[in-house]
């Protein structure tokens, strides 16, 4: 189990690839707020929530890090791989919905 999470715990931080300082700072922008699937009756979108628990991950010691808190992980690297796989609906994509819907997720497509 404790190889299982390490290799998840590995495979989130491959796919995120903002600090939490930066993540935090995109959240604040309408760019973040204007993208994604809403959920429930908050407004909040499914990207804008789980970035706002990405954050609280990052600053997370390992010790601390429940069986939640590594599925959360997976489904990051999940929705990260599978949008980037998508790529952008056009080509400017400094500027698209679809960076921003990542960068909610933590990843910064632009980023190396």
Known sequence: M??????IRDEFHDAVNMTAKELEKFLQTDE?????QKS???GESTGHES?????ELLGTKVAD?????????????GYVKRHLAQGPSKNDVEDSKW??????????PLKD
């Open 2 to 7: 404790a190889d299982d999470q390490k290799q």
């Open 32 to 36: 973040s707020k204007e993208v994604g």
């Open 40 to 42: 429930g009756g908050s």
């Open 51 to 55: 970035g706002r628990r990405i954050v």
């Open 65 to 77: 890090l429940t069986d939640d808190d590594h599925q959360h992980m997976q489904k990051v690297t």
């Open 99 to 108: 960076r921003y819907s990542l960068m909610n997720w933590g990843h910064d």
